[in-house]
DNA sequence: TCCATATTTCGACTATTATCGAAATGTCGA
DNA sequence: TCGACATTTCGATAATAGTCGAAATATGGA
């Protein structure tokens, strides 16, 4: 990942709308949100939810589909991990020490795995 | 971590200037770098450094002390862990997959975490 | 004390980001 | 096609962040 890869993608959730927005999307995985459920969530007027949600899909880090007439919003779990492999690895000056998250399976290839 | 102060350190990083500054000073570890050195080899100008150290430093994620006549700044390793730790449970829904990063020791803890 | 060095603070300015109502666009079902 | 709904785009404004020269502050040494 480039820096500037990076900071586009840090100053996306660096906001507590949008990290509102995005601690939502996570928690609802793969099928997402409608624009309006989260605007409703988060108390959110329309206008300014599209200016959030167009920051954090430029940044990456959502994807956006439509069903019927609305516009559902997911996290992308693989942008997120690439951003902690970045923080981890520059943090550990080169070490990589980071861990992959995903929806379903959470657990670190340990054993038994559930699903 | 609250939201708030992870808001505040990813804002913090996310800005070219001031994550190529932490950078910098990651990599030269707990001796840190005086602030004149780190504007030498970014080559900024005095005033606008110390604008982004201070961002830096309000964020937790670097730390001050004064050597001579010269301000040492060195990175806070345990911050940027919280910030990763953070990113991590909030990417995996609740379920803690986040590793811990020092200087000198690598190796990832498998055993209890301290937070 | 006086000077040189290291860094910060001040102040003025520019640039970017955030907010949100109103109007426009896209979609569905009748 | 029309009307209702979901969401975005537009546009004006407010708020915050970034830049950097010049002046101020702190430290060490002669």
Chains 1, 2 share one sequence.
Do not use: W
């Amino acid at each position: 990942m480039k820096a500037e890869h990076a900071v586009t993608a840090l100053g996306a959730i660096a906001h507590d709308h949008r990290l509102a927005v995005y601690r939502l999307v996570v928690k609802r995985g793969p099928a997402g949100l409608p624009a309006g459920e989260i605007a409703a969530r988060l108390d959110l007027p329309p206008s300014s939810l599209t200016f959030h949600l167009q920051t954090l899909q430029r940044a990456g880090l959502v994807t956006q589909r439509r069903l019927g007439r609305q516009l559902i919003y997911a996290a992308d779990y693989a942008a997120m991990n690439g951003l902690v492999a970045y923080l981890t690895e520059n943090c550990c000056g080169g070490t990589a020490c980071a861990p992959t998250c995903e929806p379903g399976a959470i657990k670190v290839a340990r054993g038994r795995k559930s699903a």
